[in-house]
């Protein structure tokens, strides 16, 4: 199969675009500001205690991080000795901390990394509408955290301390939703789903036949779909608006698109084999409720995408959902449950519809988690299943981070819908590559 010059033309350049806007404006991930300290035969002339600051990136989702001694020296300073705050925020290399910091000495009041937005009390919420008394009922806000430094202008044991508990609150889902705080400017791009490169993608069982109750197979040879292949994704959402309705919920937008390459294909001109879009809207809105075995509700949303593949006649595939979706946390897990509905069904008089059955197999819903371990990598996973048709699809991936911005990526799929075109082929499938951004899972 042949792809224009246009199509190749957009792809390559929307990839490299993207991935360059995202490296300048990329997520942090959260993470605690002291890991390690010296011992006491390293404090210096002033009784002082050195803190290497880039070397202290312990993940806050966890508890490993070691407890500040009460009966230790009062006064933190990094490399950088009797310099003044200025100097010392700058060495922080936690984005929410140094913002904080710098927060702190412009405007000499609460620093911005303080939760900032209200969180709607779900449970109470719905039982005051239950009682015959609807009203929105919010979470209290956290007290401000003030970062008072010394007489050198350096941070002391009790600003590390808050810097170091203010941090633990913005995980990984809150940083994604800015559940806690607007955390970025509107319209600054962020990302969304993954964005990957998989130079080695295989596929167990190509679909060399791909039909619809609607469309006749179109048939393909060994040489024009091969089993490997180089798969790649670029996705980015933007926030278009903020605090909506006094409630603190937010707009976006968001695009994903997935591309097969036949890249070891040289003998039929290495076309694209298949490009999947997805642009969507959504909104958000931070909650707040306890669920067993210490868990909570972060967030509530709603929201529609559309989902095709630009091809036409035999190989056209689309269709539209709505969906409502939560986010729940578990210390280091997080799990957002979606559920969803056709809408705008397509197809009418010479126009059928190209995917008549496509609920069978991607199901009402999915469940998407994350799991962090250590040095920031992580398990997540998107779990598919409709118990009407027994059909459904699990894809886990495994990301264990090289450098800023860059990790190592594997991925393994076993089911239905690999791509929009094979949504009704059940296959296992799996890629080795690297993640090209900052994704944390969700």
């Known amino acids: 199969m042949k792809v224009s010059l246009s199509t190749l ?11 360059a806007i995202q490296q300048a404006q990329a997520v942090p991930n959260p993470v605690a500001f002291v890991d390690e300290v010296r011992s006491e035969n390293d404090l210096g002339q002033d009784n002082e205690l050195p803190i290497d600051v880039q070397s202290a990136t312990q993940s806050a989702s966890t508890d490993t991080a070691n407890p500040l001694d009460e009966h230790e020296p009062e006064l933190y300073t990094t490399a950088l000795e009797n310099k003044t705050m200025l100097i010392n925020c700058s060495a922080l290399n936690q984005d929410i901390m140094r913002l904080a910091c710098y927060d702190t000495l412009v405007h000499g009041e609460t620093p911005a990394v303080i939760k900032t937005k209200r969180s709607i009390r779900l449970d109470e919420t719905i039982w005051q509408t239950i009682k015959g008394k609807p009203q929105v009922v919010y979470q209290e806000t956290t007290d401000p955290i003030f970062l008072m430094g010394n007489e050198k202008g350096m941070l002391t044991k009790k600003d590390a301390k808050q810097l170091e508990y203010a941090a633990k609150q913005f995980t990984p889902l809150s940083l994604s939703f800015d559940l806690d705080r607007n955390n970025t400017p509107l319209w600054s791009s962020r990302p969304h789903n993954p964005m990957y490169v998989l130079p080695i993608f295989m596929h167990g069982k190509p679909n060399r036949s791909p039909n619809t109750p609607s469309h006749e197979a179109r048939q393909f040879t060994p040489n024009e779909f091969r089993a490997p292949e180089l798969k790649f994704q670029v996705s980015v959402k933007v926030k278009a608006a903020e605090d909506l309705w006094g409630t603190d919920s937010d707009l976006w937008f968001g695009y994903t698109q997935q591309s097969h390459w036949q890249i070891f294909n040289g003998k039929n001109s290495r076309p694209f084999r298949v490009h999947d879009y997805q642009p969507e809207i959504f909104l958000t809105q931070p909650v707040y409720s306890d669920l067993p075995w210490d868990g909570k509700v972060r967030m509530i949303g709603m929201g529609a995408v559309h989902h095709s593949n630009g091809e036409s006649a035999k190989l056209s595939r689309s269709w539209n959902r709505a969906y409502l979706m939560a986010g729940m946390e578990w ?3 997080t799990v957002m449950p979606r559920i969803w509905g056709r809408i705008f069904k397509e197809g009418s008089g010479s126009q059928p519809d190209d995917n008549p059955d496509i609920l069978d197999y991607y199901g009402y819903g999915d469940v998407r988690f994350l799991y962090q371990l250590e040095n920031k990598s992580n398990i997540s996973g998107t779990v598919r299943y409709n118990p009407r048709s027994g059909k459904g699809a699990l894809q886990l991936d495994y990301v264990y981070p090289l ?9 393994i799929f076993q089911g239905y819908g690999q791509s929009l ?9 799996f890629g080795v590559g690297l993640m090209l951004n900052d994704w944390m899972g969700l």
Not at 403 to 411: A, E, L
Not at 421 to 429: G, K, L, P, Q, V
């Open 403 to 411: 450098g800023k911005g860059i990790s190592g990526y594997f991925q």
């Open 421 to 429: 075109i094979d949504y009704n082929h059940e296959a296992t499938s």
């Open 331 to 333: 210390k280091n897990l």
């Open 9 to 19: 033309t957009l792809s390559i350049l929307s990839c490299f675009a993207i991935l």
